[in-house]
């Protein structure tokens, strides 16, 4: 009797999967629930949180406007790289900066861990701590990549930021100096050197005009420097 009376009384419906709320811009959210929502967006789609904020740029990307001077940037510091062991890129990777700022720069430069550098990597490969140097190539998001964002990098000690204003034909390179981020200055030449990591020279005319052959001649000269050997053998020495 009692087995059929159970048979006559449905079981509780299961709960439906609890689904991912998708990012938004403007969405205040905590790291946790910000990479949560992040994992589960299409590849295709670049998020970043600035002092608790989701920032979003249009998916659409423009090849003149970005495409061409992110992939000459990206040239540019792949050769340096490889021309200076104990060095590493990374290109648009999330940094987790500090509570509230996870960045994607377009690209960032560090020195490993191995050789003495400051960040290290979470189980899932996300860099923590601040790159020694990180680089937008800024277009519409320029009073973004100028305000908030270059706060958040000086605020955690990012010693070189470098913004290349594309619409404008200008690059801004800061550095850090007693909390205080300052224009490098170019030589006579129209050449900037990084004080970060020496042998890294750019002339910025040839960079915004799209020369990239004259661009890394100059980092070349840059690497053949007695300062940039220096540089490769104080990073060997430093090794762990």
């Not at 009384?9 to 910000?34: M, W």
């Not at 960045?103 to 899932?124: E, T, Y």
């Not at 909390?179 to 170019?186: D, F, I, K, T």
């Given at each position: 009797?009692?087995?059929?009376i ?11 999967p609890?689904?991912t709320?998708?990012l938004?811009p403007?969405?205040r ?15 295709h789609?670049?998020a ?6 989701i ?15 992110h ?6 510091l ?5 021309m200076?062991?104990?060095t ?5 990777s ?9 960045p994607q720069p377009?690209a960032s430069l ?7 550098g400051r960040?290290?990597?979470d ?6 701590g601040?790159?020694e140097?990180v680089?937008?190539?800024s ?8 305000g908030?964002?270059l706060?958040?990098?000086r ?12 619409y404008?034909?200008e690059?801004?390179?800061f550095i850090?100096?007693?909390?205080v981020y ?7 030449a129209g ?7 020496s042998g890294?020279w750019l ?11 004259d661009?890394?001649?100059i980092?070349r000269?840059g690497a053949?420097?007695?300062d940039?050997?220096a540089?490769v053998q104080?990073?060997?020495?430093r090794i762990l």
């Amino acid at each position: 009797m009692g087995a059929a009376i159970s048979n006559l009384i449905k079981a509780p419906p299961k709960p439906s999967p609890k689904l991912t709320p998708p990012l938004e811009p403007g969405d205040r959210l905590s790291r946790q629930e910000f990479l949560l929502r992040y994992e589960a967006m299409p590849e295709h789609i670049k998020a970043e949180r600035i002092e608790g904020i989701i920032h979003m740029p249009p998916a659409a990307v423009s090849a003149d406007f970005h495409g061409v001077p992110h992939g000459h940037l990206m040239g540019w510091l792949a050769v340096y790289r490889a021309m200076t062991p104990g060095t590493e890129i990374a290109d648009n990777s999330t940094i987790q900066l500090d509570l509230d700022n996870d960045p994607q720069p377009d690209a960032s430069l560090f020195i490993l861990p191995s050789h003495g550098g400051r960040i290290k990597k979470d189980d899932k490969g996300y860099i923590i701590g601040s790159p020694e140097f990180v680089a937008e190539t800024s277009g519409s998001s320029v009073s973004y990549d100028l305000g908030a964002k270059l706060e958040a990098y000086r605020r955690n000690g990012v010693r070189e930021y470098l913004v290349h204003r594309v619409y404008d034909g200008e690059i801004d390179w800061f550095i850090l100096r007693e909390g205080v981020y300052e224009r490098l200055a170019p030589d006579d030449a129209g050449i900037i050197r990084s004080e970060a990591f020496s042998g890294l020279w750019l002339k910025a005319s040839s960079f915004v005009n799209g020369d990239l052959a004259d661009v890394l001649d100059i980092l070349r000269q840059g690497a053949e420097s007695e300062d940039h050997r220096a540089f490769v053998q104080h990073l060997a020495d430093r090794i762990l």
